[in-house]
């Protein structure tokens, strides 16, 4: 017997049964020889008679007077010897010398014929006992053969049992992965939203705020590397999914060849198992002409074996394809956190950024407040002084008016008259000078009003900026899928 699973090389033709070229025994009682097998009838070849009462005919003895006999061969009707009804003399007919040959005759015909029969007898004991031990032995070589055969389908049997087992295992790995993938990749929807939304949110931006600053760059990036990593879970998603089909291809020709196996195998160890004493064994005739068999054992082992390389291939693959989906979610989990990180870093700052600014701008608001308050101030205090000169002015310019109606010669330029023009002069000039203060003071109020406007309306900006980035943009990031959803277990 071959090892366990080697190919064995088979004939797959039936053995040629071997003619008999014996006869039967001959017996007196014809029940001797009735109903001993059913009916077959054998190859022409058979040197065998169709009937049994050949061998009555060929071996039946008509005994004759043999001297009487060529005597009267050659006589006619007429020349016999006529009939004597009433014998009252001796005739001789034959001598006694003719009657002891005939005995002689007869007893030698005799033993030759229980001599042949002899012969006859032993050798076809013998070619009995021949046959029989040929007969066996084919028998016991058969049945070993067949013994053979159904280790050998055991042993494929086995292999398929365990391929289809690995094969179905990677398959609902693979599965699972394929649902894993497919969670992951419905979890990437959530922060790409949230990036797009921030993006919308931060183009309500007002004036000098509405820059491409850092965040806005790292939003885009987010944004990009969210596509990216969906387009990859896609494309594998994909992958994933054609493998799947040829896992169960595979798995299928391994269930097909596993049943036919199966079949192979109760079938032949049936027939392992079948005895002489058997029930259920009968003629088939003509059974042993009828060739139905597809492949050879070089094929056959072939076919298997093909299945089986197939499975592992498709396998190899598919184990290849989920260690690449298993980086890709962790490497995908980990390039999103990453950058949702640097988002967050880059809000941060902006906001810290902004509510430092806003804080400066209510500094200088508040300044400006009250520097426009001192100047109010004093351009009442200018308009006060100016208010002030004008007695001053009226007491000089009437004392003047009077000492023009001095009479005659008394209408002297005196010290007096002089001083009085002087102080004139000197008030025209003061109040000229107070009106231009007051109005370059009016001018720096305008100045400080228009910088106040300014300022509030910055203050506005970023108070609004910072709404945006702190409450509305924030406020949606504070919630981010964690890793164990962004790898799909959850």
């Given at each position: 017997m071959g090892l366990v699973g080697s190919p064995l090389t088979a004939t797959y033709a039936h053995p040629r049964s071997t003619p008999t070229r014996f006869l039967?025994?001959?017996?007196?009682?014809?029940?001797?020889?009735?109903?001993r097998v059913p009916y077959y009838p054998l190859p022409q070849s058979s040197g065998l008679p169709w009937m049994p009462d050949s061998y009555y005919k060929t071996a039946s003895i008509n005994p004759t007077l043999a001297p009487f006999s060529k005597s009267s061969q050659n006589l006619t009707s007429s020349e016999k010897l006529p009939f004597i009804p009433n014998r009252t003399s001796l005739c001789i007919r034959y001598t006694?010398?003719?009657?002891?040959?005939?005995?002689?005759?007869?007893?030698?015909?005799?033993?030759?014929?229980?001599?042949?029969?002899?012969?006859?007898?032993?050798?076809?004991?013998?070619?009995?006992?021949?046959?029989?031990?040929?007969?066996?032995?084919?028998?016991?070589?058969?049945?070993?053969?067949?013994?053979?055969?159904?280790?050998?389908?055991?042993?494929?049997?086995?292999?398929?049992?365990?391929?289809l087992d690995e094969m179905i295992g990677e398959t609902n790995a693979l599965t699972d992965l394929k649902k894993r993938l497919e969670r992951?990749?419905?979890?990437?929807?959530?922060?790409?939203?949230?990036?797009?939304?921030?993006?919308?949110?931060?183009?309500?931006?007002?004036?000098?705020?509405?820059?491409?600053?850092?965040?806005?760059?790292?939003?885009?990036?987010?944004?990009?590397?969210?596509?990216?990593?969906?387009?990859?879970?896609?494309?594998?998603?994909?992958?994933?999914?054609?493998?799947?089909?040829?896992?169960?291809?595979?798995?299928?020709?391994?269930?097909?060849?596993?049943?036919?196996?199966?079949?192979?195998?109760?079938?032949?160890?049936?027939?392992?198992h079948l005895r002489n004493t058997s029930n259920g064994i009968g003629y088939y005739q003509g059974v042993e002409r009828i060739d139905a068999t597809i492949s050879v054992p070089e094929s056959w082992v072939k076919f298997t074996d093909t299945n089986i390389l197939r499975s592992q291939s498709e396998r190899a693959g598919s184990a290849k394809l989920r260690d690449t989906i298993e980086n890709l979610l962790e490497v995908t989990a980990n390039e999103m956190w990453h950058q949702f990180k640097e988002v967050n870093v880059a809000f941060t700052n902006r906001i810290a950024e902004t509510a430092d600014a806003k804080s400066k701008i209510q500094?200088?608001?508040?300044?400006?407040?009250?520097?426009?308050?001192?100047?109010?101030?004093?351009?009442?205090?200018?308009?006060?002084?100016?208010?002030?000169?004008?007695?001053?002015?009226?007491?000089?310019?009437?004392?003047?008016?009077?000492?023009t109606r001095r009479p005659n010669v008394e209408l002297c330029r005196d010290t007096a008259q002089l001083r009085l023009v002087n102080e004139v002069y000197e008030i025209d000039k003061t109040i000229q000078s107070l009106q231009q203060r007051l109005s370059d003071a009016e001018d720096m109020l305008q100045e400080l009003l228009r910088a106040k406007s300014i300022l509030e309306h910055d203050l506005g900006v970023k108070a609004n900026s910072l709404f945006i980035d702190q409450e509305k943009c924030m406020g949606m990031r504070k919630t981010f899928p964690s890793t164990a959803r962004l790898v799909g277990y959850v």
């Open positions: 039967p025994a001959i017996s007196t009682m014809a029940s001797s020889y009735k109903n006694p010398d003719d009657w002891y040959k005939s005995n002689l005759t007869n007893y030698k015909g005799s033993e030759t014929s229980r001599r042949n029969a002899e012969r006859l007898r032993a050798d076809t004991d013998r070619l009995i006992q021949d046959k029989y031990q040929e007969t066996r032995k084919t028998q016991v070589e058969n049945t070993k053969t067949l013994g053979e055969r159904v280790n050998d389908i055991g042993f494929w049997k086995s292999e398929l049992c365990h391929e992951a990749l419905a979890e990437t929807e959530a922060p790409m939203q949230v990036a797009r939304e921030c993006l919308l949110h931060r183009e309500k931006r007002m004036g000098i705020d509405l820059v491409h600053d850092d965040v806005e760059k790292q939003l885009f990036a987010e944004v990009d590397l969210i596509r990216s990593c969906q387009q990859r879970m896609q494309q594998h998603l994909e992958k994933a999914r054609d493998q799947l089909v040829s896992n169960r291809a595979a798995q299928h020709e391994l269930e097909k060849d596993l049943a036919n196996k199966q079949a192979a195998h109760r079938i032949d160890n049936k027939c392992h500094t200088h608001l508040a300044q400006t407040l009250q520097e426009i308050f001192q100047v109010e101030m004093n351009i009442e205090a200018i308009r006060k002084a100016i208010r002030d000169k004008e007695p001053v002015l009226k007491v000089a310019q009437t004392r003047l008016d009077e000492r």
